[in-house]
């Protein structure tokens, strides 16, 4: 069976003796949608693939062999060492063409601050334990803060929630942790940017765990020690949705956000 997953089911449309339009009424999608599969202009979900082989009338070997196509095609890990083969600066590039398609972005983030808000002096501090060359640092560097330019395009929506604990984490000097926090003021004042910070003290319903973004409805990036996790199955972007929403719920936002950060602020200052 081909790799193509549109192109094999094309083939097993086409052996069937199916119109196109047939298999996608059967299939309760748009015709658009199935040529978009088939041609390989979109990635299906494994729900997708199996209404559509329902549809064509497949057997079940030939069901199970696509389905798990589907699955793997839909989440994807990279270990972080083939990114720093790769070169960071060029995954900083990657992120920013996503970025750069996308209407809202959804980030939860329990580690560290949300690169677009980012200062210099941060970024060098997270990728300094990535052995990297002065060289391939300066340009990691200089193509995440080349991304932050996102932020200032009105059209776009930003919703960006963060811990306490990412605030207090002491990974430069108390001075440029305040410039760092100042930062985070800063940027939370553009209207098209709302940031949530969840205190210690708030009453949680689950546990933060590992930082991820929401790209739409149509893509979730997850990062784990040893990897990025990408995904674009709609039920388990449904499930980072629903995360994000509840710790939205349990944020401080807006003018009380930003006294809580100047307080910190204030006292790495003092």
């Not at 978009?36 to 990635?43: S, V």
């Not at 057997?59 to 798990?68: D, G, W």
Request: some cysteine.
């Amino acid at each position: 069976m081909t790799s193509n997953i549109g192109a094999a089911l094309r083939e097993l449309r086409e052996a069937s003796g199916k119109e196109a339009k047939a298999v996608a009424r059967s299939a309760a999608m748009s015709a658009s949608k199935l040529s978009r599969i088939e041609t390989g202009k979109a990635t299906p979900a494994v729900m997708d693939v199996e209404r559509i082989l329902t549809a064509i009338g497949v057997s079940e070997e030939v069901r199970a062999e696509l389905s798990e196509v589907a699955r793997k095609a839909a989440t994807e890990a990279v270990a972080w060492r083939l990114y720093r083969r790769m070169g960071f600066a060029q995954h900083q590039d990657a992120i920013g063409a996503v970025e750069a398609e996308t209407q809202t972005q959804r980030l939860f983030q329990p580690s560290c601050m949300p690169g677009l808000v980012q200062t210099p002096e941060y970024v060098r501090a997270i990728l300094a334990r990535k052995n990297l060359t002065e060289e391939m640092l300066s340009r990691t560097v200089g193509a995440r803060l080349e991304r932050q330019r996102v932020l200032y395009q009105a059209e776009k929506a930003f919703r960006f929630i963060i811990t306490e604990s990412v605030l207090r984490w002491r990974l430069l000097s108390p001075p440029e942790i305040a410039m760092q926090l100042d930062r985070l003021i800063a940027v939370s004042r553009l209207p098209n940017v709302w940031i949530g910070v969840v205190p210690l003290s708030a009453a949680m319903g689950e546990v933060p765990t590992s930082s991820f973004v929401v790209y739409d409805s149509r893509l979730v990036i997850v990062e784990i020690p040893h990897a990025e996790i990408t995904t674009r199955e709609p039920r388990d972007i449904e499930v980072y949705l629903a995360k994000f929403e509840r710790f939205a719920d349990v944020s401080l936002t807006g003018d009380d956000m930003r006294a809580f950060v100047a307080g910190i602020r204030d006292e790495f200052l003092r």
